[in-house]
């Protein structure tokens, strides 16, 4: 069963507007790491957060992890139609073995 | 510059017939892992080798099987591919315990 169930699973945005997706898990993690696939390709890392850490910045990026309700966020600001893309959460319970959530589908429209 | 190269992007296979995906990187990478994603469903982990060390999951068919000839290249192989292995195959490199490089995948569709 998959350790992440992301929500929501589609999200349909306005240029400019800023996306928020959530993923939770179930066991303890190392760390939590966002991908993003665009369609039909490999998935990009995006940002990894480790279970020490509560919130972490890149760019456009914002992730927060909160280990005591094992969820974490994903925010994107300012979004652009080249963010049109699946994000994942993944976690990493040991050995960098990578656990998938079911990913959300993000649209940003022009 | 690509880093991990999959190829080929495009496999069509009959039922059946074997077939062989491959993965090449130029990271110089420890570790390589297949991953398995059906149409909008999770990457899943079928194998991964650290170093020469194999490690199957549990849950990954015996259908299944993987060789690591050199650091650089890592090969899938499918025995006998039925209509519910049709997939994106995923590759990915790490240094260690590092992040994931990912490559673009190998469409494999069985007719």
């Known amino acids: 069963s998959q350790q992440g169930e992301e929500d929501p699973q589609a999200l349909s945005i306005q240029e400019g507007e800023n996306a928020t997706m959530n993923c939770s898990y179930k066991?303890?993690?190392?760390?939590l790491q966002w991908y993003r696939q665009n369609s039909g390709r490999g998935l990009v890392h995006l940002i990894l957060?480790?279970?020490?850490?509560r919130e972490k910045h890149s760019g456009r990026l914002r992730v927060t992890l909160d280990t005591s309700k094992k969820s974490s966020s994903l925010l994107i600001t300012a979004s652009r139609a080249a963010d049109t893309a699946s994000y994942f959460c993944a976690t990493d319970a040991a050995g960098n073995k990578l656990t998938f959530g079911g990913g959300t589908r993000v649209l940003v429209k022009p | 510059d690509a880093m991990v190269i999959q190829n080929p992007r495009y496999q069509v296979t009959q039922f059946g017939k074997p077939v062989t995906l491959s993965c090449s990187q130029t990271?110089?990478?420890?570790?390589m892992y297949w991953y398995q994603q059906k149409s909008s469903q999770a990457p899943k982990l079928l194998f991964h080798y650290y170093d020469k060390d194999f490690n199957n999951e549990a849950d990954t068919p015996d259908n299944f099987q993987s060789r690591r000839p050199n650091t650089s290249f890592c090969f899938l192989d499918i025995r006998s591919p039925g209509l519910g292995d049709a997939a994106m195959y995923l590759c990915?490199?790490?240094?260690?315990?590092?992040?994931?490089?990912f490559g673009a995948g190998t469409r494999l569709s069985v007719l």
């Open positions: 066991t303890s993690i190392n760390n």
């Open positions: 957060i480790r279970s020490n850490e």
């Open positions: 990915a490199t790490s240094r260690d315990e590092d992040i994931q490089y």
């Open positions: 990271l110089n990478h420890n570790v």
